[in-house]
């Protein structure tokens, strides 16, 4: 469940970024309060690690911009040589925008072992995930066969396929 943001308190990100896709999960108190998962194209596939770590940073950054301008945030990566990118001495083009980039927040990169890199690995590894279908539990199969006989579950249900918007009230 993600947590609403206190703007009064720090964030921190945690991301990751895969051969395939790069995840994070901004996190407030140690409870989460957004989380993104992307697909890499094709040209960014072909990046060294490296640059895809610092990429999925910065994307983060500008993603959740709107949280973060005005706080200090802890950054947390599984890739070492992020801790010291301030202090390369040669920079791509690419990387030099980077750098203005990372200049606009506070931050504060921290390395995490990659052992301890759960959440945001899942994000960006999702398409090594299996998914098993277990069959429809006895819940389920009750549920949706109560939606046909519930007056109110068709009406909406009607109106959903007709076009017509609803409010709820409780």
């Given at each position: 469940m993600l947590k609403l943001p206190d703007f009064d308190k720090d964030f921190e990100i945690h991301f990751d970024a895969s051969n395939f896709?790069?995840?994070?999960?901004?996190?407030?108190?140690?409870?989460?309060?957004?989380?993104?998962?992307?697909?890499?194209n094709e040209t960014k596939q072909r990046w060294p690690t490296h640059e895809k770590e610092m990429w999925a940073m910065i994307h983060r950054l500008k993603t959740w911009g709107h949280y973060i301008s005005s706080k200090k945030v802890v950054v947390w990566t599984d890739n070492m040589t992020l801790k010291y990118?301030?202090?390369?001495?040669?920079l791509s083009s690419k990387q030099v925008r980077w750098q203005?980039?990372?200049?606009l927040f506070n931050v504060d990169i921290w390395h995490?072992?990659?052992?301890?890199?759960?959440v945001h690995d899942?994000?960006?590894r999702k398409?090594?995930?299996k998914v098993v279908?277990?069959?429809?539990?006895?819940?389920?199969?009750?549920f949706?066969?109560?939606?046909?006989?519930?007056?109110?579950?068709?009406?909406r249900k009607q109106n959903i396929q007709k076009g017509i918007k609803s409010h709820f009230h409780l």
């Open positions: 896709a790069i995840g994070g999960v901004l996190v407030q108190d140690g409870r989460p309060v957004a989380f993104e998962s992307k697909k890499l990118f301030a202090t390369q001495p040669k203005d980039t990372l200049a995490k072992p990659e052992k301890e890199n759960v899942a994000l960006s398409h090594q995930l279908y277990v069959g429809e539990t006895k819940f389920q199969k009750e949706r066969l109560g939606n046909h006989r519930d007056e109110f579950a068709k009406e």
